[in-house]
């Protein structure tokens, strides 16, 4: 019976675990959104060579890796996800507290886990507890799509004359 209760805290922490990865995701790719526009930006104003494959496989990692360290070092515990299940499912610090005296064998304890118990088996996470997108990823797509236009549509310049000098030179 206490496999239901272990259960329960597991799916809920793959739930949050799954919006804390989307979150973070949301929130690096924004930044690497604001570096994408500031590198498109400078390859076509000032005609450097910025992007390439190299820099996008080296950014890539590096953001990646970014997001899952985040990711792994911010996973709730068993108590924190059990504080949640209670504030979120209304039932009153049951499981928190199951949690807490689990391991004591005293009427009350056993009273406490068996209520937890009970509850568990009748609960429905997935409308407490659902897989959604956090608001910053309107802005994470904005900025992308921002990207996008830009290496699309922006033409090339040349503000510091370095391309018509590489033609110059080669022209020699």
Not at 45 to 63: D, E, R, V
Not at 112 to 140: D, M
Request: aromatic share 8%; proline share 2%.
């Amino acid at each position: 019976m206490l496999k239901i209760f272990e259960k329960t805290i597991h799916e809920v922490k793959i739930r949050c675990s799954i919006n804390l990865l989307l979150k973070y995701a949301g929130q690096i790719l924004i930044i690497a959104g604001v570096i994408a526009i500031i590198a498109v930006m400078t390859e076509k104003l000032l005609a450097l060579q910025l992007i390439n494959q190299n820099t996008l496989t080296g950014f890539g990692i590096f953001f990646a890796a970014l997001i899952l360290v985040l990711w792994l070092y911010k996973q709730p515990s068993k108590l924190q996800i059990s504080i949640l299940l209670d504030e979120r499912m209304g039932l009153k610090e049951r499981f928190s507290t199951a949690l807490k005296i689990s391991d004591q064998h005293d009427a009350f304890s056993e009273a406490a886990c068996r209520e937890a118990l009970n509850k568990a088996q009748s609960l429905n996470l997935q409308g407490h507890f659902p897989i959604k997108l956090s608001k910053g990823w309107v802005y994470t797509g904005t900025l992308w799509l921002i990207v996008a236009l830009l290496f699309a549509f922006m033409p090339q310049k040349d503000l510091l004359g370095i391309q018509s000098r590489k033609d110059d030179e080669n022209l020699v």
